[in-house]
């Protein structure tokens, strides 16, 4: 039969209490601090990152906005430029056109002196004329 040795038994349960305490501490608790530190760091790094997309997002609309109105001034300083360009074109028009009518009356006098001049050389030769006509229309006659 079996013999039970009770001495036995009970100093293989005090050997196996003492290994699980020992494990306990020099192996369990640092493992599971350990899990527990990296659990932690973990949720901190998911909480960084979902900071850090709400930032990401934030930025994301105030570049938008920027180039909102980045389109809205670049279009305002496009109008302004092509306004001016039409003032100046408007501007250089008149003076061509003032221009222009100072060559006209330049030349109405000049045509004016010279139909002055015109007909005082006519007026000057009209005697003789007369005669040269009345010469032919005598021969014709």
Known sequence: MLDINVGLMLFEAGIFLITLVLLNKWLFQ???????????????????IEGNSEEVEKLQKEIEEILHRARV???????EARLEAVKQAEVMKMEKMEELEKAKAQLQREIE???????????????QLKALLETKFKGVA
Do not use: G, T
């Open 30 to 48: 640092p493992l599971v601090k350990f899990m527990e530190e990296r659990d932690a760091k973990l949720k901190q790094s998911l909480n960084q």
């Open 73 to 79: 001034d670049a279009n305002r300083i496009r109008e």
């Open 113 to 127: 002196q010279e139909k002055r001049e015109l007909m005082e050389a006519l007026q000057k030769e009209e005697p």
